[in-house]
């Protein structure tokens, strides 16, 4: 088998064995190097591990499952079929991979790993962290370019400066970028005056505003104020000042909103498992988790008072939901005359008083 055959297979027992779930340089040679140190004796590792592969493939695989024509081109994916479910994006990822392989080249951090491009570095970690990395939305679905490309100068070529109006991260174009998958955002975010001013003066905010690139988190309710207030503040009065509160606010009240709907859900589990009748509150459950659905979308409309009475809307929902069940608010029969005998009680207790 020859040497390059070898080197792709150590990277499959790597994985396999050591967890390592990220691009790795073909087997490093310092790797192999601490490895013998650690009282590895015998024949040549790299043998080792090919005895490894072919073990590890006899027991996982049902006879018959892994054949010889199948290993022709001995790459991760034509071997790995066989031996587990791969989604097309696992797929595109792992032949990526393997061309970085090929050209002895990690797709972690080796090429970003100097100091002069060290932001690039940063920004490849804060993705790794991120949902993106987890759903594999990988670089190019934002800034372009040909992730299957064999060297550094073909996978950059089809990508535009961020200076570039026609640049998919040009400051203009970052919402419709983003709205390529978030299309339901993009659509209320376009009736707002945040989209029109960015359109129009450049001074308008967008998605990258709020949600960091490269980490895209979403905000907290106590981190709103300070993002908003750049534009919404009684000094500059470029808009109301009041809106960082109000937007403050509004965001507590959607996190109140998703407390009830866990509360709403749990009083109907449980009511279920007691034989009761839940259909009555299970409608009023799916009215509330409807809305609750719709919070992104809500959001992005920037509509603070509409907003507002949709996550009401929700919160009463739910809380009828849950009282169907639990009969929280039933009122307490009242005695007929109790009134009239604790007002006479009174005046025959004053009316004593002033005779002492």
Not at 42 to 50: A, F
Not at 176 to 193: I, P, R, V
Not at 279 to 295: G, H, Y
Request: aromatic share 6%; net charge neutral.
């Amino acid at each position: 088998m020859c040497d390059e055959h070898i080197k792709t297979l150590e990277v499959i027992m790597y994985d396999s064995i050591f967890g390592i779930n990220r691009c790795k340089n073909t087997v490093d040679e310092k790797m192999i190097s601490k490895t013998k140190k650690r009282n590895f004796h015998g024949p040549d590792l790299r043998v080792s591990y090919l005895y490894a592969c072919i073990l590890f493939i006899s027991f996982i695989a049902p006879a018959g499952a892994v054949h010889l024509d199948s290993l022709n081109n001995n790459s991760c994916i034509e071997c790995h079929k066989a031996l587990s479910p791969f989604t097309d994006e696992q797929t595109r990822l792992n032949e990526i991979r393997l061309n970085h392989i090929k050209n002895n080249v990690s797709c972690q951090l080796e090429c970003h790993a100097d100091i002069i491009r060290k932001t690039a570095t940063d920004n490849f970690q804060q993705w790794s962290d991120s949902g993106h990395s987890k759903y594999y939305v990988t670089c190019d679905a934002c800034h372009g370019g040909d992730p299957g490309a064999k060297t550094e100068a073909a996978a950059h070529a089809p990508m535009k400066n961020i200076t570039d109006p026609n640049s998919s991260i040009y400051f203009k174009n970052i919402p419709d970028t983003c709205g390529n998958c978030h299309s339901e955002e993009l659509s209320h975010f376009k009736n707002t005056m945040h989209y029109q001013r960015l359109r129009a003066t450049s001074s308008g905010p967008s998605c990258i505003t709020c949600h960091q690139p490269h980490t895209f988190k979403v905000l907290k309710a106590s981190e709103l104020t300070a993002v908003c207030s750049v534009c919404h503040n009684a000094k500059d009065q470029i808009a109301a000042a009041s809106v960082p509160k109000d937007a403050k606010l509004a965001l507590e009240k959607a996190n109140e909103f998703q407390e009830e709907v866990m509360k709403a859900k749990d009083a109907i589990a449980e009511a279920k498992a007691n034989g009761k009748d839940v259909s009555s509150a299970q409608a009023d459950l799916e009215k509330a988790v409807a809305v609750q659905n719709d919070i992104p979308s809500l959001w992005h409309g920037f509509n603070l008072k509409d907003f507002d009475e949709q996550i009401q809307n929700g919160i009463d929902s739910a809380k009828k939901a849950e009282k169907r069940v639990t009969g929280v608010e039933t009122t307490v029969p009242s005695t007929p005359g109790v009134g009239i005998v604790l007002i006479i009680g009174i005046f025959t207790i004053l009316y004593l008083l002033r005779k002492q």
